[in-house]
């Protein structure tokens, strides 16, 4: 019912603020540099506010649909996952000149799209949060017992390890917005999305040193071999 109530809540919301949204930009455009600059101050202010706004609801409602949603599970080859979720991001990777490497990957018991959806979020986090330096990110994986467990490890700011908690909370941040953008969405639709597909998800980090966050999922039925 409050996966509902969010997701009806986010679409009712949707088009007011589309207008708010366009009209503080028509604001902005038209009368930029021909009031005062306070006047230009504070219509930046609403354009921002409304363009942020616009951006919680969007990550409310994706959040709500991966928790809504009870998806079948097949053997999946991992590598491929990993393969969909670099395409997908390719930009960023291209923009920050990144090093993204790799062990060999399994075959897994998970859903394909929200694998790579988990890949894509772990990814892209590592990638932002390597500031200023060049991103170096390692997927790595071992087996224990019935399950895969996958890391991901970059060398990037790291996490004190007083907000591990806080890290997989929707909306949760530890940075602020100028320096790092984002709502702090991303690890809290990992864990959504793990814990769906019988895993767990965690982190381990060092600060100034780097972060690996793990993951595991069921190993496949054929005994989910490394190719």
């Known amino acids: ?33 021909t009031l005062d ?7 930046g202010y609403a354009v921002e506010g409304a363009t942020r706004m616009q951006r919680l609801i969007e990550d409310l409602l994706e959040y709500s649909r991966v928790s809504a949603q009870r998806p079948a599970t097949i ?19 291209k923009q920050r000149a990144a090093i993204i490497t790799s062990d060999p990957l399994p075959v897994v018991r ?8 988990v890949f894509q979020n772990l990814l892209s986090n590592a990638i932002k949060f390597t500031h ?11 087996r224990a017992d019935q399950h895969w467990v996958f890391s991901v490890t970059d060398q ?24 790092f953008p984002g709502n702090g969405i991303g690890l809290a639709v990992c864990k959504v999305i793990i814990e769906q597909q019988r895993g767990r ?23 989910g071999t490394t190719p």
């Open 1 to 33: 019912d409050l996966e509902r109530f969010a997701y009806v809540a986010s679409h009712d919301l949707q088009e007011p603020l589309r207008m708010v949204t366009s009209f503080t930009q028509l604001l902005a455009k038209k009368y930029k540099g």
């Open 37 to 43: 600059a306070s006047a230009d101050e504070f219509i």
């Open 75 to 93: 053997d999946v080859q991992a590598s491929r996952s990993l393969e969909t979720a670099l395409k997908n991001i390719h930009v960023v990777v």
């Open 110 to 117: 998970a859903n394909p799209g929200q694998l790579v959806l």
């Open 132 to 142: 200023p330096l060049q991103p170096r990110v390692h997927v790595s994986v071992e």
């Open 156 to 179: 990037g700011i790291g996490i004190e390890p007083k907000h591990f908690d806080r890290l997989f909370v929707m909306f949760q941040r530890l940075n602020s917005r100028e320096d």
């Open 201 to 223: 998800i965690w982190v381990e980090s060092t600060p100034g040193v780097g972060t690996t966050v793990r993951f595991s999922l069921p190993a496949a039925a054929e005994g």
